[in-house]
């Protein structure tokens, strides 16, 4: 099975029956390929260097060709989940979407007894919290048990280039699930994120604040509030204006009303095996 768009595509490898997993969880497995940017300064090697080129058509001024590089050259990011849960299946596997208005009401009636039985486990993040996993990516970190948090390279980034810079901050206190707990007591925590992993990210990589996408996701897929920064320039997977919340905005409607994301509906899209689609359409909310 596979689903994905442009350079992305995730392929669904289904185990033989009788394998067992560290786990118990599942045997099925998650494979995202991704052909990843290419780096200016590699392009002059792969068109020069042990390059195989052969022509495909030739017209006037105008050939194409296909183009085998070296190895070296040739890079596929490769991501694997393993092992993979139904939800992780759903997560990666190309689907109809639908879009949800979800009211203060839906998400207390709906969505959060939903994610309280459903979500993905958050342990890779307390890993990282505690040290016991990427600790040597660790870009930055403010250690205040409530307004501090841990910025590392998101997973989708090999760090190679910074055409596709993907880094998140995700915060020490475990109690905040998403936009939605968030109030104007969270401010601090905010405003440390916003400008500690600007600096951050501007000393470490030579990116300044103002070409970074700073956004929550709602729906996220983790709920650990955690915030994603990207290179302005990339068309990050989720940054589509119906899951993507700038963290500055959210900040700014938090200063004008501190139950601002207690009152308001939000726009999020399912896929249509989701469960929690189902769920809304139960209610006769679709
Ligand atoms: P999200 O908004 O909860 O969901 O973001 P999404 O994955 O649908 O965007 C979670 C973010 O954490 C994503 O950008 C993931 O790529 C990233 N991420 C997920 N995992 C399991 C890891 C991990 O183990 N390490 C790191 N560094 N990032 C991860």
């Not at 590089?69 to 759903?90: D, F, G, N, W």
Request: charged content about 25%.
């Amino acid at each position: 099975m596979l689903g994905g768009t442009g350079g992305r595509r995730s392929f669904l490898q289904r185990h033989s029956p009788g394998v067992t997993s560290p786990s118990g969880e599942g045997t099925d497995a998650v494979v995202i390929l991704e052909k990843t940017p290419f780096q200016e300064e590699k392009v002059l090697d792969l068109l020069k260097k042990h390059t195989k080129l052969e022509l495909q058509m030739h017209n006037d001024i105008y050939s194409t060709y296909h183009l085998y590089p070296p190895p070296e050259l040739s890079e596929i990011k490769t991501t694997v989940v393993y092992p993979a849960t139904e939800k992780h299946l759903q997560k990666y596997l190309r689907q109809e979407v639908h879009l949800i208005r979800e009211t203060w009401e839906d998400y207390k009636n709906i969505t959060l007894p939903f994610i309280q039985s459903q979500s993905f486990s958050i342990q890779w993040v307390y890993n990282i919290l505690e040290k016991k996993a990427e600790a040597d990516r660790i870009i930055h970190e403010n250690p205040d048990p409530c307004n501090g948090f841990v910025l590392v390279p998101d997973f989708k980034w090999n760090q190679t280039q910074l055409d596709d810079l993907y880094l998140i901050a995700l915060i020490h206190c475990r109690e905040i699930k998403s936009l939605r707990d968030l109030t104007a007591e969270h401010l601090p925590l905010l405003r440390n994120i916003l400008q500690e992993g600007k600096e951050a990210i501007t000393k470490c990589f030579g990116v300044p604040g103002s070409q970074l996408r700073i956004y929550l996701h709602y729906q996220p897929s983790y709920y650990h509030l955690h915030v994603h920064f990207t290179a302005l320039g990339y068309d990050a997977p989720g940054s589509s204006v119906e899951r993507a919340h700038l963290l500055a905005d959210v900040i700014d409607n938090l200063v004008l009303d501190s139950a601002y994301y207690q009152k308001r509906a939000l726009t999020f899209a399912l896929r249509a095996d989701e469960l929690l689609l189902k769920k809304f359409q139960e209610a006769g909310r679709v």
